[in-house]
């Protein structure tokens, strides 16, 4: 299957820094991308559709000014947590579809999960 | 809204069958799938279903019926490796976009 390189797998930072999440389709292009938030022993909830050259979309409830979304090329999408605090930690997990192949099977990045202290 | 149900969790024994449920409820049904999920890592992909009946893959087997808005996924010979959390996902076209949402989720432990 298609790869999804996520990078960094883990980070720690104190409260009120900025976190920034890079989400990479490594061998197909993907106009567009998803950034999901699971906390422990929940489901993945979807944040927001991230479309390259274009605002991202945003879910009811996710602030967008607090979660940045920037899709700058068909292959890499990021996520900044602005201001991060305790309430924001988390594993944060970004996908991709291949526009050209397999259309309908979304693949996964390995996770960020994020701590602020 | 949109609702998908799925056991919290499951046991089962190594070299067993065991079949996880799943019920949805969602608007725009555009396909169904099943990812593997292990602790702390991101879910990999199992099946896809969008049409009615069984699709088979290797030990691993999802029944899609759209009219009950039911599905399975059926493991066959059970291995130590397939504990996991098992996760089915609905594909809805929902504000100009498709769009995956996840049930939370079944934990299967698998015992020797």
């Known amino acids: 299957g298609a790869v999804v390189s996520q990078h960094p797998s883990r980070v720690i930072c104190k409260s009120g820094t900025s976190v920034k999440i890079e989400c990479r389709s490594l061998?197909?292009?993907?106009?567009?991308m998803f950034w999901y938030r699971q906390f422990p022993k929940q489901s993945l909830m979807l944040m927001a559709t991230s479309n390259e050259g274009s605002k991202a979309t945003y879910e009811q409830g996710v602030e967008k000014d607090k979660f940045l979304i920037n899709h700058a090329s068909l292959t890499l999408s990021t996520l900044t947590v602005t201001s991060a605090h305790p309430e924001d930690s988390s594993f944060y997990i970004c996908?991709?579809?291949?526009?050209?192949?397999?259309?309908?099977?979304?693949?996964f990045g390995a996770g960020t999960r994020l701590s602020a202290l | 809204g949109q609702n998908i149900d799925q056991p919290t969790e499951m046991t089962a024994t190594e070299g067993a069958i065991v079949q996880i449920n799943c019920t949805y409820q969602?608007?725009?049904?555009?396909?169904l799938f099943w990812y593997q999920q292990h602790a702390g890592e991101a879910p990999t992909f199992l099946s896809y279903?969008?049409?009615?009946g069984l699709e088979e893959k290797g030990r691993f087997s999802s029944f899609l019926s759209r009219s009950k808005g039911y599905s399975y996924l059926l493991l066959k010979e059970l291995q130590m490796k397939d504990s996991a959390s098992y996760l089915c996902a609905v594909r809805v076209f929902s504000g100009g976009y498709n769009k995956l949402i996840f049930g939370a989720g079944t934990r299967l432990a698998v015992h020797p």
């Open positions: 996908s991709a579809r291949d526009q050209y192949v397999a259309k309908n099977i979304q693949y």
């Open positions: 061998d197909f292009q993907a106009t567009t």
């Open positions: 969602t608007s725009g049904f555009n396909g």
């Open positions: 279903n969008v049409l009615d």
